[in-house]
């Protein structure tokens, strides 16, 4: 034991002198949270709106006033008529404009939304914003009520997306290049012949990463709480076993890659290859699983992160039960027992 003891004290004293990746481990997470949650953001904010209406009557006037008190709308703009809006829309000089119809003070009237389809998802937003801001007070007109996430805003979508990238690409590709590394040197022949039985350093040499892994995972749920204001309705207990699963599978994983990898270039083409790309484009981080082609479905059937990333979800955002995640658990449970296995059994037969 003492000797296994050591051993995973090498492996992290040799993480700790490098630098470079102390840099990745702890500069990445904190980058990429304020990056996806302040910088990059799908969330509504000034519109730039141009009102349309032939006379503004009282109806309207408190629709307009709702509009120009919100803080996802700038008017810029008030004309008599469509053809004007659409001029000003394809001058670049808006982004949407609200058509008041001439009886909409009546009742009988209703209000039109030409907005620049440029990009068709914001231009959905846009609109349902308006609609939403439009139709307060206004009891005779539909209303929507959000549950979960009612201001709508994209941090509550990308911060578990975040976690499942993260967490994947430190415990695969900085495991699969830390055993790469030792091969490439010459030294994991003198690792594997020393008192200490061939699997025990393998597992000594992913310890170091185990615990770096909850590290970085505690910092990203401190900072969504505290830096981003992102809730944690879900059990923290259930939150961190099903990331303690996910880990031991991007763990196996790295393991995978070093058996096949002869080089660190090697391992971190094939970590950019069969990590990152899947799990940006095809583990819903980004895009609905539900919008892609059927065929780039089936294929992010495989992809370990979309199951992780759909948990957290349902345990940090909606804060649902482990009940509610148990198709995701037993997925992601299934698949590390998998990739343990194959990976295991590629390691012995290269001791042979």
């Known amino acids: 034991m003492k000797q296994f003891v050591s051993f995973i004290m090498k492996e992290a004293r040799h993480i700790l002198r490098d630098g470079r990746t102390m840099l990745i481990l702890f500069g990445m997470p904190v980058v990429l ?42 008017l810029v703009s008030t004309v008599a008529t469509p053809v004007e809006a659409e001029r000003m829309i394809r001058h670049q000089q808006a982004d949407m404009a609200v058509v008041f119809e001439a009886d909409y003070a009546s009742g009988r009237g209703g209000v039109q939304f030409i907005v620049d389809g440029c990009d068709p998802n914001m231009a959905q937003q846009w609109t349902a914003y308006a609609q939403q801001v439009i139709a307060g007070g206004l009891p005779s007109m539909i209303s929507t009520r959000l549950l979960y996430n009612p201001q709508m805003r994209s941090a509550y979508n990308f911060v578990p997306a975040i976690m499942g990238m993260l967490l994947m690409l430190i415990c695969a590709m900085m495991t699969s290049i830390s055993i790469v590394r030792e091969k490439e040197r010459g030294t994991m022949e003198v690792l594997l012949v020393s008192p200490v039985r061939p699997f025990m350093v393998i597992v000594a040499k992913a310890v170091p990463y185990l615990v770096l892994a909850f590290v970085i995972l505690a910092s990203i749920l ?112 299934a698949m590390t027992v998998l990739l343990l296995s194959v990976a295991l059994a590629k390691f012995k037969n290269r001791l042979e």
Not at 54 to 62: A, F, G, I, N, P
Not at 245 to 262: C, F, H, M, P, W
């Open 222 to 333: 401190l900072m969504s709480r505290f830096v981003l204001d992102v809730p944690l309705e879900g059990s923290l207990l259930w939150i961190v076993i099903v990331s303690g699963i996910y880990i031991l599978l991007a763990l196996s994983l790295g393991l995978l890659i070093s058996n096949i990898a002869q080089s660190q270039l090697v391992a971190l083409l094939m970590s950019a290859m069969v990590l990152l790309m899947p799990i940006v484009m095809l583990s819903g981080m980004l895009f609905p699983v539900e919008s892609m082609p059927t065929p780039l479905q089936w294929l992010s059937a495989i992809v370990p992160p979309r199951y992780y990333i759909q948990a957290m979800r349902k345990l940090m955002i909606m804060g649902v039960g482990i009940r509610e995640v148990a198709r995701e658990v037993a997925i992601l449970s």
């Open 33 to 74: 949270m304020l990056i996806f949650g302040f910088a990059i953001s799908t969330d509504v904010r000034n519109v730039r709106t141009i009102v349309v209406t032939s006379h503004m009557d009282h109806r309207t006037s408190q629709s307009v006033q709702r509009l120009a008190a919100s803080e996802y709308f700038t």
